[in-house]
């Protein structure tokens, strides 16, 4: 009997102690042989609803089945049919690449004969074997990230869940580690679930890709459709900023224009991981919370409320970049011709024109269009770079 | 056909023993520490040593068997430098589980069909068999360069030995339990380090019961470290019928390992649900 759906969602809800919303009712269903992304920034929820699919975190309400087995009744099953690869490189240093891959296969119960045919197998898959007696210490952040890769395949799972899986890798190692992951689904016939905040590698990799944002699925679709449904060239223009009152009126001018199709709004809201760590530090200043929740990087234990308030306090005094800035994407029939006529009508009104461009519509965009923020804008926090670096000193260990 | 959870243990177990194996610098410091005790604590106190400034003893009278009950305060105070490596070694057993969470290793173990049971268990296990085998190189150094004997020889050795694994079973156990709770490094270090010098202190590992104080001698009781020592020590420097007699001290210990075993297998249990 073939299976319908290599994972089926339904209403997956999880609420943290606290009342933290971290997933919403997402509902969401995979085909098998399907390489699935899931897209959004840090802290929309993509963990989390890893966390649940493969029964690490009981969702607080709504199910899901992954291979045919109910993930809250069924834990046993589902857990020997998938196969695990967290953002946080997992291996095991003291450990040789091959005894890395062979304890995780008993952890899966393989038959001895079996689990040496198939370590043997998959060091070869991911190009590890020339390595694979030598201790994992001595190896660089994409082999052992390859070699994480590796120990998630070793029992042969149907669904495999891959979450950030090039998060801090350079971008050679990226690359390679695309190349594998389409070899999976190719030679392995396997489904793949993929979380991400690089709009390429969704673009790249993902046959359909989900935008989550504020833990609830904001769009599903194939990334070309999703592209369209933006409609055709995205220019963004940029207004002196000083004269503000022009620059509006030269938008709503350019709205009259026949060339005109839509204006991305943008806004100026904390982004998703940021509210909340400011929901978890508010939580823990006032005893609710003891420590991180789960599916929250465990990095972020470490940074301490200090780090959050006064990451919470610049955030609340900042404001809007985009709109600050006096940038406007405006979504256009034809970039090449609707440029001349843009220039005339600002021209008309008086207002500088600081920079103009045109593109075709990325997955940056779309995902702007559907949350009505810039997925770009997440980097650079500091809290982010704090976790990056902690993820990179373990990854060098 | 060995049951799954017992395979399982056995698979965290390995795990551990490498790493322990593996790092000749963990070996080697969890080593030389007890090895200094000995040498400096275990010679410094020795009434062959004290001047009496001419007082007389009768030859009958030997000081060091008045106070501790052993030729010499090496005799009496090897069986708590063996224990010393079992509390050690078993307080900070639970560290790995810690360690495990931060690294995402504890993840990976969770998101496999793997008893839960066994991860905790499995880890208890190797912090008792490497306390085992330090415990041994210990005593085997004590006797070899530092002229310890043993009394009941060596069949009293290797029961000595199983005596600090079992007891060793115990504070991992607790170890674990509070690693279970306490989720991150930070908070859990201050913990055992507050935990382990009471624990030796308020024990006949270092000093003889008859010189302390009521109400230390009364803490001394409630300290499993006691009921350890007591049988190891009588292994050491008196003979099998005193073993034997110290029989009901052992039953101590099992019950403390076994209820402390349970409640991490329960915390454990209860903080990956």
């Excluded at chain 1, 890709?209 to 999703?226: F, Q, R, T």
């Excluded at chain 1, 559907?370 to 650079?380: H, P, Q, S």
């Excluded at chain 2, 000093?207 to 050491?236: C, E, G, H, Q």
């Amino acid at each position: 009997m073939k299976m319908p759906h290599a994972i089926e969602a339904k209403n997956l809800t999880k609420i943290y102690p606290g009342g933290l919303k971290a997933v919403n009712k997402v509902s969401f269903d995979i085909e098998e042989g399907e390489i699935f992304g899931f897209l959004g920034p840090n802290g929309a929820g993509k963990t989390t609803t890893i966390m649940m699919l493969i029964t690490l975190t009981n969702p607080t309400d709504g199910t899901a089945k992954v291979c045919g087995h109910d993930i809250r009744t069924e834990r046993d099953a589902v857990r020997n049919c998938i196969g695990y690869v967290s953002q946080d490189v997992a291996v095991d240093d003291q450990l040789t690449g091959r005894e890395n891959i062979v304890l995780q296969g008993r952890f899966y119960h393989l038959p001895k004969d079996v689990l040496k045919k198939r370590a043997d197998e998959v060091l070869k898959l991911l190009d590890l074997q020339d390595r694979a007696n030598d201790k994992v210490e001595t190896y660089s952040g994409g082999m052992r990230k390859r070699l994480d890769i590796a120990g998630g395949l070793i029992h042969r799972p149907e669904v495999l869940f891959l979450d950030e899986p090039t998060l801090g890798l350079d971008i050679q190692t990226r690359e390679k580690i695309h190349e594998y992951i389409t070899r999976l689904q190719r030679e392995e016939k396997m489904t793949i679930f993929l979380t991400t905040h690089y709009m390429d590698e969704a673009d790249k990799l993902c046959d359909r890709v989900a935008i989550i944002d504020h833990g609830e699925i904001k769009a599903l679709d194939d990334p070309e459709k999703l592209k369209s449904k933006v409609g055709g060239d995205i220019v963004t223009l940029r207004i002196a900023p000083e004269s503000k009152e022009k620059a509006q009126e030269t938008i709503a001018e350019i709205r009259k224009q026949p060339f005109f199709q839509s204006l991305i709004e943008t806004q100026s809201a904390p982004s998703g991981m940021m509210e909340q760590f400011a929901n978890v530090a508010q939580m823990m200043k006032k005893g609710k919370l003891k420590g991180i929740p789960r599916g929250f990087p465990q990095g972020a234990g470490s940074l301490g409320r200090e780090d959050m308030k006064s990451w919470m306090t610049r955030q609340s005094n900042k404001k809007s970049t985009i709109n600050g800035k006096n940038v406007y994407n405006i979504v256009v029939k034809d970039g090449a011709t609707a440029i001349p006529q843009i220039f005339k009508v600002a021209g008309a009104i008086g207002a500088g024109i600081e920079s103009i461009s045109v593109k075709r519509p990325s997955l940056d965009d779309v995902f702007l269009a559907y949350t009505g923020r810039a997925l770009r804008e997440e980097e650079g926090s500091r809290m982010e770079h704090l976790m990056q670096a902690m993820r990179m000193r373990r990854m060098r260990q | 056909m060995v049951p799954r959870v017992l395979a399982d243990t056995w698979n965290v177990t390995w795990r551990e023993l490498k790493h322990f194996a593996r790092s000749r610098a963990a070996m080697f410091s969890t080593l030389i520490q007890p090895v200094i005790w000995l040498t400096f604590m275990g010679n410094a106190f020795n009434f062959s040593n004290v001047n009496l400034g001419g007082i007389y003893l009768p030859p009958n009278i030997n000081l060091n068997q008045l106070f501790f009950g052993a030729s010499s305060y090496l005799d009496f105070f090897i069986a708590g430098v063996i224990v010393m490596t079992a509390l050690f070694g078993g307080i900070f057993g639970g560290f790995s589980i810690v360690w495990d969470r931060r690294l995402g290793y504890l993840n990976k173990m969770l998101a496999a069909p793997i008893s839960r049971t066994s991860i905790g268990t499995g880890k208890i296990v190797s912090a008792s068999i490497r306390a085992g085998f330090q415990a041994t190189i210990i005593g085997l150094i004590a006797v070899a360069l530092l002229g310890v004997k043993v009394t009941t020889g060596p069949i009293g050795f290797a029961v000595a030995i199983l005596i600090a694994m079992l007891l060793c079973l115990a504070f991992a156990g607790l170890s674990m339990a509070i690693g279970a709770s306490v989720k991150s490094m930070e908070a859990m270090m201050p913990i055992l380090n507050l935990l382990t010098m009471p624990l030796l202190f308020m024990s006949s590992a270092m000093f003889p019961t008859s010189m302390m104080p009521d109400w230390m001698l009364t803490l001394t009781k409630f300290n499993p470290v006691t009921y350890a020592v007591n049988p190891i020590r009588a292994l050491f420097v008196s003979d099998w019928p005193t073993f034997i007699g110290l029989l009901p001290d052992l039953i101590v210990v099992g019950v403390f390992s076994i209820a402390l075993i349970t409640l991490a297998t329960v915390l454990f249990r209860r903080s990956v649900a």
